[in-house]
């Protein structure tokens, strides 16, 4: 069973988070922020990882901390699901098309993180929530969940639809490199024999 709970508890945040590697997309997502929650369940729908999210934080000062240490708390869990990465498929990639816009992920599982992040937006704010934030939440989660990781929008206009594809892409992406690969199973794909470090 690869599953893994995690605590993260902080003066800025509390968060529980829950994840299934080998579930079928049922979430449970609580953050206070209604438009992180919508991209939380899209991830878990569309990367069949089942993901119960339950966070309180300092929403009176803003939207930063929670949605932050949530991307950590996620990707901290992820990690912990995956021990040490045994039969993984690592590699994954995905086009996540959605209207005018078109989003392109692909990411390592190589226990080596890093972002690079070609989104930009037409608009300061979605709602309440102010776009920046998004790059802060990818960047947690490929840190925490030790992701290389490459979001770029090819073309768009509308931030919501640029944001929605761009975690369409990484649950797509994800869910492809996460699978156990039956041929390799018991052995972790690389040649060093272990992920992480250089390279």
Do not use: C
Not at 54 to 79: C, N, P, Q, R, Y
Not at 84 to 111: C, Q
Not at 140 to 153: D, R, S
Request: aromatic share 8%; proline share 2%.
């Amino acid at each position: 069973m690869r599953t893994a709970t995690v605590e993260r508890n902080t003066k800025e945040t509390r968060i529980s988070v829950t994840v299934d590697l080998d579930g079928t997309g049922v979430y449970d997502v609580s953050t206070g922020i209604g438009f992180l929650d919508h991209m939380l369940e899209q991830l878990s729908r569309h990367s069949l990882i089942d993901l119960t999210v339950k966070a309180e934080g300092d929403l009176h000062i803003d939207f930063h901390h929670t949605t932050e240490d949530s991307g950590i708390a996620i990707g901290e869990a992820v990690t912990k699901a995956l021990g040490e990465r045994k039969g993984i498929a690592r590699y994954g990639s995905a086009y996540a098309p959605m209207d005018e816009t078109l989003t392109r992920v692909a990411l390592d599982a190589s226990n080596r993180p890093y972002l690079i992040w070609k989104v930009n937006f037409r608009r300061d704010k979605i709602g309440d929530m102010d776009t920046e934030l998004f790059k802060e939440w990818f960047q947690a989660f490929a840190q925490a969940a030790g992701l290389t990781l490459h979001v770029e929008t090819l073309y768009g206009e509308n931030s919501h639809h640029m944001i929605e594809s761009a975690f369409k892409g990484l649950a797509r992406a994800l869910r492809q490199a996460v699978e156990i690969d039956p041929r390799k199973a018991d052995a972790v794909p690389s040649t060093k024999g272990v992920l992480g470090g250089s390279l």
